[in-house]
């Protein structure tokens, strides 16, 4: 990251950008929004909140705000603190969790290649930085970092709008102890795209792990599996696309292998895991031809290598691959027969094989990511919820009808979350209020998912694959005129000779009707699962567990059945969460940085319905709480109210918010809730509640301080004696006391305080004397973290309506690592000089043993290493000479008489 880009982001509250809450656009409309996004896109910010939403355009290139410094601006800050960012986002969900003991969810939202997938990992990766734990802690967080490479290998692909697009549907939730640490964690994955495997459309690959084996293999894995060249293999040489710019599929196939070792899959079934994705590939190139209007499998040489790789026999194979055992009931009696299938059959069964082994297999992964993960009892979580965005293609087919079916009920939940439950609260609540329109989606919902009249295109959908035995190739066609029938007069739904089109809440989709049927049926038929249960693999048998001789009543479950009652089981739990939202918006489809395309971005500000969650927002209040859990949260900041309030609840609200001066127009008090009009009103009281806690927090550390004292000085006297031993004189006291640490009372200095970090703690303090190259003496207060040592100064303003007032200002902040070195006098004195690169520091205070013996310690932790200290009667620093030295003595401070100077003991130095 260069210098440059760390600035621009670090002095974003010097240079403002647009605006970063949209609440406060002067103008609300389309227009403005997308003028306000670009203008913060092209000057490199891509978070812009609303509220408490957060709107993340791609940038299409790696921005340099996302490292550790980062997380330390944003750990436990409000959210107006600091420039807008996920980090932000992500720290309110947790801190939220731990202190309401809620469960918290995120709702990723946007188009394919909208950078939902990053925004997830991110999140990810905050958790498991801020969030404490020991070795087992640890192992839970590696294995949820390290299950982003290995779910992107086999459920991720290049399409033609994002070369990384998630091709599955991912709800990751972390669990944590009561404490905040990771300690489980589970994955629910839904709608894999399985017609992938077997076909892709131009310009698209098939999922990463098949180019990352064929790429990555050792010389013995490629003889062992039989791997070539990807335009050898017809699932991967339809689209005539093997490489994408940026992905280094050899280097990502490592990636892949050490993520399994992470996770637990032993050698031997990685091995088995990689066998299986080979053996798909050349299952693929068993082709068939004609033979008296029957399938004949056109090269017989090529069914021995996916079987040997499937561990079952090539005759068996080319059996259930050509022919299909089919129940007959005649006459009450019910027997099976073998049917001959012709080549468009026997290709599907092929196809159909391939699909049932690949989802299997990655089930198999999840499945295998939550066991290494699971935990006794579920306390709190974090649910981040990773979902394909909505699709719109040229041809769209069953896959993209139901991926545009899940991103509805997600819109569904965030307008019913964000526009219509927060306005009908108002009602209820008695709360005065300004109805806001919006556009609710639940009719597009219902045109798709309901069960009774009039049925929904799902219902009818599942009525025509019922009988599709009778229809047989005709099934499609059935399909659309039942839905001519059923729902062809709705507003939001029309037909024509190929398809029908739904009016979405992102734009009108055209869908083409063939395959709808056999697609939606998603039938894997028994041949093919009994021979898959006779291979000699276990891990294989292990995929199909199915008890086939057990009959099977009622309807079969069908691909549209699942993908609906996963997506409402998805809602539900969502709706038992926190909810956060984050909107991602595609500037562009290019996928290059700086390229914004206004009617693009403009078409996802009208979909996302971000115009009117601003003026709900605008005209809403941005917190509301039940009176009791308010109280609960803010008690302690008033004496009448902690450690309880004894009367009436809304009685002890309103006493609460008066104590703290809250305007009236500020707030309104409702029926059952308070409700807070701006997010500023409710950080001022979170940064009382968090002074108030600071002060009661140090009240028992300084009691702890004080009852560990005894042993802790004599540990630090001991060794600050060890360091100056038999090389420095000293006087009685500069050994034989307490040392405090804090001798400037920072906590009650927050002019002192503002230059530190939010929680960066404090080792020493102390107003020392400072000396220039003139060896004029200047007041300087010098304060030691961790990490840094600071010189504050003081000086006067000389411009502005404080001027004339005397200030702090920030002199110095030295890493620690940075120290070259320390010197001292062998004498009785208080000087010493701080080595660094640019200009040293000479400096006296009475109590530099203590800070030496503490800067010692902290520059050991950081480098390792003993920081290098130097005595002697004559010392120099790196420089000019002063004009004037000092003369070597005891400090007028001490208490004790200079003693004469003794030749040589003058010093030399240079000042920054």
């Known amino acids: 990251m260069g210098s440059k880009e760390r600035f621009h982001w670090q002095s974003h509250n010097v240079k403002q950008s647009g605006v970063d809450d949209m609440v406060l656009l002067p103008q609300i409309t389309e227009d403005a929004i997308s003028a306000n996004l670009r203008k913060r896109f092209m000057d490199d910010y891509i978070f812009t909140y609303i509220g408490s939403v957060l709107i993340s355009v791609n940038p299409f290139k790696q921005m340099p705000y996302f490292t550790d ?29 731990l202190i309401d003991c809620e469960n918290q969810c995120v709702i990723i939202s946007g188009e394919s290649g909208a950078g939902k997938t990053v925004a997830a990992k991110y999140i990810m990766g905050y958790i498991s930085k801020v969030s404490g734990g020991g070795e087992k802690v640890q192992h839970v967080k590696d294995i949820i970092l390290q299950s982003n490479p290995l779910l992107e290998a086999f459920g991720n692909a290049k399409t033609v709008r994002n070369n990384n697009s998630s091709r599955f549907g991912k709800y990751f939730e972390i669990q944590f102890s009561r404490g905040g640490e990771p300690d489980g964690g589970k994955i629910s994955n839904f709608l894999l795209e399985k017609s992938r495997v077997v076909m892709q459309n131009e310009n698209e690959r098939n999922f990463h792990i098949y180019y990352q084996l064929l790429e990555g293999a050792s010389h013995e894995q490629r003889q062992n599996l039989g791997l070539m060249t990807p335009d050898y293999y017809y699932y991967l040489n339809q689209s005539d696309t093997y490489k994408v710019d940026g992905t280094d599929d050899r280097s990502d196939f490592s990636e892949t292998l050490s993520a399994m070792q992470v996770i637990g899959i032993p050698p031997n079934i990685q091995q088995l895991v990689l066998q299986l994705v080979a053996g798909i590939l050349h299952l693929g190139n068993i082709s068939f031809c004609e033979d008296g209007n029957y399938a004949r499998v056109e090269s017989v040489d090529l069914l021995a290598f996916p079987a040997y790789l499937l561990g079952v026999d090539s005759g068996r194979l080319q059996e259930k691959l050509t022919s299909r055992k089919m129940d007959s009931r005649w006459g009450g009696r019910s027997e099976s027969i073998d049917v ?29 990511i939550n066991r290494a993960m699971q935990k006794p009892q579920e306390e709190y979580s974090i649910g981040v919820l990773d979902i394909y965005g909505f699709e719109i293609f040229q041809k769209n087919g069953f896959e993209q009808f139901c991926i545009n079916f899940v991103n509805e009920k997600l819109q569904q939940i965030f307008i ?9 609260e108002y009602i209820q609540e008695g709360i005065h209020w300004t109805p806001i329109q919006y556009f609710n989606n639940k009719v597009v919902c219902d045109l798709i998912e309901n069960k009774l009249s009039p049925p929904g295109i799902m219902s009818v959908l599942d009525d025509v694959c019922a009988t599709m035995h009778a229809t047989g190739g005709g099934a499609d066609q059935t399909l659309l005129q039942k839905l001519q029938a059923a729902v062809g007069t709705h507003e939001h739904f029309n037909s024509w000779s190929a398809g029908f089109i739904i009016h979405h809440y992102a734009g009108k989709v055209s869908y083409d009707i063939s395959g709808f049927c056999e697609r939606n049926r998603d039938v894997l038929f028994s041949d093919l699962i009994e021979l898959m249960q006779t291979s000699e693999q276990a891990f294989l048998r292990m995929l199909f567990p199915e008890k086939l001789d057990v009959d099977k009543k009622g309807r079969p479950s069908t691909a549209g059945s699942k993908i609906k009652k996963q997506a409402n089981d998805l809602v539900a739990t969502l709706k038992r969460c926190t909810p956060h939202y984050i909107r991602c918006i595609k500037p562009n489809e290019t996928k290059r940085p700086r390229d914004w395309e206004e009617n693009r971005v403009k078409h996802q500000v009208e979909y996302l319905g971000l115009k009117e969650n601003i003026r709900v927002r605008r005209a809403g209040f941005a917190y509301r709480r039940q009176f009791s859990k308010f109280l609960q949260r803010y008690a302690i900041l008033t004496p009448e109210t902690w450690p309880r309030w004894r009367g009436d609840e809304r009685q002890g609200v309103q006493h609460l918010l008066r104590a703290v001066n809250m305007e009236p127009d500020q707030y309104q008090m409702g029926s059952t809730k308070v409700f807070v009009k701006n997010p500023e009103s409710l950080f001022l009281l979170e940064e009382m509640r968090e002074r108030k806690f600071d002060g009661f927090a140090r009240t028992i550390q300084k009691a702890w301080r004080r009852h560990v004292a005894v042993r802790k000085y004599e540990e630090m006297r001991e060794e600050a004696s060890n360091i100056l031993l038999n090389k420095k004189e000293r006087r009685w006291n500069s050994i034989n006391r307490n040392f405090v640490g804090d001798y400037l009372g920072l906590e009650e200095r927050p002019e002192l305080r503002q ?3 939010k929680r960066e703690r404090v080792d020493f303090a102390d107003s020392v004397t400072k000396y220039d190259r003139r060896f004029k003496p200047i007041k300087r207060d010098l304060i030691l973290t961790p990490k840094y040592v600071y010189v504050i100064g003081r000086e006067k303003v000389k411009k502005g309506p404080e001027k004339g007032q005397v200030r702090e200002v920030l002199k110095k902040k030295l890493e620690i690592q940075a120290l070259r070195g320390v010197s001292l006098s062998t004498r009785q004195d208080d000087f010493f000089i701080l080595q660094e690169d640019a200009a040293d520091s000479f400096l006296e205070s009475i109590f ?3 800070f030496v013996s503490l800067l010692c310690k902290r520059f050991e932790e950081a480098v390792r290493r003993p920081l290098p200290l130097t005595f002697g009667d004559t010392a120099y620093a790196e420089g000019n000479i002063p004009r004037k030295t000092p003369e070597v003595g005891p400090s007028p401070h001490s208490g004790g ?13 240079s000042f920054c």
């Open 69 to 97: 410094c980062e997380i330390d601006l944003y750990q436990g800050a409000a959210q107006y603190e600091n420039p807008p960012h996920i980090y932000a986002l992500t720290d309110n969900m947790y801190r939220n969790m």
């Open 340 to 368: 001959t299938l012709n080549v468009e059959q026997a290709a599907y069964t092929r196809d159909a094989l391939a699909k049932g082994l690949y989802a299997r297999l990655f089930d198999f992964l999840v499945e295998a």
């Open 416 to 424: 019913e979350l964000t526009l219509k439950a927060e306005q009908e």
């Open 755 to 757: 230059f530190l970090g």
């Open 848 to 850: 530099k043993t203590e």
């Open 897 to 909: 008489s200079r003693s004469p100077q003794r030749p040589g003991s003058q010093w030399g130095a």
